[in-house]
């Protein structure tokens, strides 16, 4: 009885140990097998995946539960597949030389083995973030600038606001790579500091995937620096490594090496219709379930279908306006600018605002005026842009009832008074010559210098000197150094009648201020532009205090504040 129950032990503890090494090696199996990376262009749905050869057996996915078509696996080949590599350094004063310059020996040796088709964009952040490599310089160029570079022996660890700047980079760098990811080196984040972003805000954005964060975390940092930092990698598609001075090349090509060993499955959905919620992208490969994804359905690029959608055109005299309905749901179909209306004279009418209701795939728009013409051609050519290619509705020529002469004059009465505001506005004119002739005290009301093709104009409030203020402007892949005096206030913009006139097509005509208090600060305003003015990543809605280092983003320059 004793053999019999010995025997029966043995059994049960052999067949638990069987089961526990199952277990084992299929739970390393799913660990091992991540999304790194989704690029949604619809229908089209392509996700790098690390852990999958191309003999699979079976792969299956789905996006809120709707099947996805398998369209098959190539593997990642980083000699043909054009890929821009962000690197992003800590330099905080935590960051001791030593370490420092182990990480740019290290990032050096990396750049020097890429091949052509991947491209180096290098930044280096403590609380403030600033770009080295712009991607396009030779190895010795890249080499010669980061050498340059080293820690700040202060300051505070704005891990956050760093990832979100760099991401911002790389959502606008995505039409020109394949393939983008982030290789990080810090010792941990700072949380009680001046970062104007959060953990919570971070992990959100980087779940998407459009960006994996491969980090680099010093073993020094403390567990809580350690868990957040490894989270975010790992939410981001990407994953977190601990590493010391003594072992950093190791570690790194191990990490390269993780990065670089992924394959690209390509899914297709059944229709390049995008929605606008957060969507769950479920994969599973040889019956191993993946960790699932969330996406942004409506922020991916769409392609063009065979077919145009129809749409009918009315106008709701009661309402006055125009309403468009579609047979389907048209992204970019709530823009103002997405509708050019002309009169039979060629002359635009103003869309001054545009509701649309996504449920009726309606879309009516509101107008600064009235019609007093019966025909119009309505054009909705303009309801698709460079970053995401919906279909594109033909023109259409609409009638609209007109309103007679005597209702229109009525609708104006304001014009009667055009005469009136035209003799005040030459009083005026002639007051403010009478001044202009007054002031003794200056040669001219401004002085004009021209800078590397910029042309700055200084105000002169009654010969007060002012306060200096150095410039780094890059636009149009052009860096350029000024170094100006402001006496109240100097306008950005466009228009050749702005303090710093800058040629830049996204920038509105007067597009942001910079301002002195009475406590001989500085402010930056935004002046109603078009595309909004950003403070190190922050679009302004006021009017916000200027630091040292500040960086002002507007159109597609960006500026770094001293003083």
């Known amino acids: 009885m004793k053999r019999l129950f010995s025997l029966i032990i043995t059994i049960i503890l052999i067949i638990s140990s069987v089961i526990s090494v199952y277990a084992q090696d299929n739970a390393t199996v799913t660990a091992d097998r991540y999304a790194e990376a989704v690029d949604m262009y619809l229908p089209e749905i392509n996700v790098y995946v690390s852990g999958v050869s191309n003999d699979s057996v079976s792969v299956k996915a789905s996006l809120d539960g709707e099947n996805l078509k398998y369209n098959g696996a190539t593997a990642y080949n980083p000699d043909s597949t054009s890929t821009c590599i962000y690197i992003l350094a800590d330099i905080s004063g935590s960051v001791s030389a030593a370490t420092y310059d182990a990480i740019k020996n290290c990032t050096k040796a990396f750049i020097k083995d890429l091949g052509s088709a991947q491209s180096v964009k290098y930044y280096t952040f403590s609380q403030d973030v600033e770009q080295i490599l712009d991607g396009t310089e030779s190895y010795d160029e890249a080499a010669a600038k980061i050498d340059k570079t080293s820690t700040t022996g202060n300051g505070y660890t704005a891990l956050y606001d760093a990832l979100y700047l760099i991401h911002e980079e790389a959502v606008k760098d995505k039409d020109f790579y394949d393939r983008q990811f982030l290789i990080l080196f810090t010792d941990g984040v700072d949380e009680d500091n001046k970062a104007k972003r959060t953990f919570d805000e971070t992990r959100n954005l980087l779940k998407s995937h459009e960006l994996p964060v491969y980090s680099m975390c010093l073993d020094y940092a403390d567990s809580n620096a350690k868990d957040k930092l490894g989270e975010i990698s790992r939410i981001s598609g990407g994953t977190n490594y601990i590493f010391n001075v003594s072992q950093i090349n190791p570690v790194f090509n191990e990490l390269v090496s993780k990065a670089f060993s992924c394959m690209m499955l390509s899914f297709e959905k059944s229709n390049n219709k995008a929605g606008d919620k957060d969507k769950n992208l479920s994969i599973s490969i040889d019956d191993v379930v993946l960790p699932v994804v969330t996406v942004y359905e409506s922020a991916v690029r769409i392609k063009d279908d065979t077919t145009n959608p129809t749409f009918t055109v009315e106008y709701l005299a009661e309402e006055k306006c ?28 103003s869309v001054e605002s545009v509701s649309y209701d996504d449920a009726r795939c309606t879309a009516r728009l509101y107008f600064t005026g009235r019609f007093y013409t019966d025909i119009y051609t309505f054009n909705l050519s303009g309801i698709t842009d460079d970053s995401a290619a919906a279909n594109k509705p033909s023109e259409l020529t609409i009638k609209i009832e ?80 000024i170094k100006t005096r402001i006496v109240s206030s100097l306008i950005f913009g466009r228009s050749d009648t702005c303090e710093i006139c800058i040629d830049d097509v996204k920038l509105s005509r007067q597009h942001f201020a910079f301002e002195t208090q009475g406590n001989g600060e500085l402010t930056v305003t935004d002046l109603g532009s078009t595309n909004g003015t950003y403070l190190n990543g922050n679009r302004i809605t006021g009017t916000m205090m200027l630091r040292n280092g500040d960086i002002i983003a507007a159109g597609l320059t960006k500026i770094k504040v001293g003083f």
């Open 322 to 349: 125009i309403e468009i309905v579609y047979s389907e749901n048209v992204l970019g179909a709530d823009k103002t600018d997405s509708y050019v209306i002309t009169d039979e004279d060629g002359k635009a009418v």
């Open 402 to 481: 007109a309103q007679n002469t005597a209702l229109k004059i009525l609708d104006h009465w304001w014009i009667l008074l055009i005469p009136f505001f035209i003799i005040i506005i030459i009083l005026l004119v002639l007051i403010a010559v009478k001044r202009k002739r007054k002031v003794t005290t200056v040669k001219e009301l401004f002085e004009v210098e021209n800078e590397n093709n910029y042309e700055v104009r200084h105000h002169i409030v009654n010969g007060v000197k002012g306060r200096e203020i150095y410039l780094e402007i890059m636009t149009n892949n052009v860096r350029s150094e």
